[in-house]
């Protein structure tokens, strides 16, 4: 079976950072994602998909990104219910994120922090670490001082 889902569209709010009883971090965020074509207006509409992310990579995301932040976003399709207050069954579908990109320029976002193109995976033991493609024309450093990195 296959479950992937790939995402690229701009953060409606700040990511929201919390941490369960046992101390691990979960960031929830929504990504607008313009679609293909226009409706009969001409007008082109954007659906509003919630997404969680887990761990270190929750932690480097909620520290690199913002409301507006152009962001990639790799992972799968999860669906869950829950009872809420009043007795009624909620079904929630959502994508939890498994790696990221940002994809603007710290120039080009209004100081926003950006990382230029790097990718960001959620790797087993909770660490992120940025890879690079060599082909990327936009494969230079960002302007980030040693004490901003999160890891």
Avoid: H
């Amino acid at each position: 079976m296959i479950n992937r889902t790939v995402l690229v569209g701009r953060l409606t709010n700040g990511p929201e950072l919390k941490y369960t009883g046992s101390g691990v971090a979960v960031a929830t965020f929504t990504v607008a994602v313009n679609r293909q074509f226009t409706n009969s207006q001409g007008e082109r509409e954007a659906d509003f998909i919630r997404c969680q992310m887990w761990r270190k990579a929750a932690e480097n995301f909620c520290n690199f990104t913002r409301k507006g932040s152009l962001v990639g976003i790799d992972g799968r399709i999860q669906t869950r219910s829950y009872e809420n207050q009043q007795g009624t069954r909620i079904f929630v579908t959502e994508v939890v994120a498994e790696n990221f990109s940002l994809l603007e320029s710290k120039n080009s976002s209004q100081n926003k922090p950006q990382n230029n193109g790097q990718n960001y995976q959620n790797q087993q033991n909770g660490q992120s670490s940025p890879s690079r493609n060599p082909n990327d024309p936009f494969n230079s450093m960002p302007d980030i001082k040693d004490d901003d990195l999160p890891f």
